[in-house]
């Protein structure tokens, strides 16, 4: 059973900067695409970054040049380093991560999520 835990979030000033981390445990997961997404009120989730398992690395173009996926297999850990955050970031974000090896998007396990606010 692979678990997804996410912390970080916060409220925060626009324009200011929040450092999020999804831990994994059950499995390693140093093969798999892991992600983040958000959900605003009233909205649908939304993909923002994803992180291959050989590094390769999708932003979502909203968040392109402000965001910031990395992952550490050692620690089975990813993390998603946000700047320039804007009152339109507001949102519960989700990590993701894939089942299978090798994969380029994830979409089979889903953390809790963590809120992020950004004050005007």
């Known amino acids: 059973q692979v678990q997804l835990v996410e912390s970080g979030g916060g409220l925060v000033q626009a324009g200011g900067s929040l450092r999020l981390s999804c831990e994994a445990s059950?499995?390693?997961?140093?093969?798999?695409?892991m992600g983040w997404f958000r959900q605003a009120p009233g909205k649908d989730r939304e993909f923002v970054a994803a992180?291959?398992?050989?590094?390769?690395?999708y932003y979502a173009d909203s968040v392109k040049g402000r965001f910031t996926i990395s992952r550490d297999n050692v620690k089975n850990t990813a993390y998603l380093q946000m700047y320039s955050l804007k009152p339109e970031d507001t949102a519960r974000y989700y990590c993701?991560?894939?089942?299978?090896?090798?994969?380029?998007?994830?979409?089979?396990?889903w953390g809790q999520g963590t809120q992020v606010t950004v004050s005007s």
């Open positions: 059950g499995r390693t997961l140093s093969r798999n695409a």
């Open positions: 993701a991560a894939d089942s299978s090896p090798n994969s380029d998007y994830p979409n089979d396990y």
């Open positions: 992180i291959t398992w050989s590094g390769s690395v």
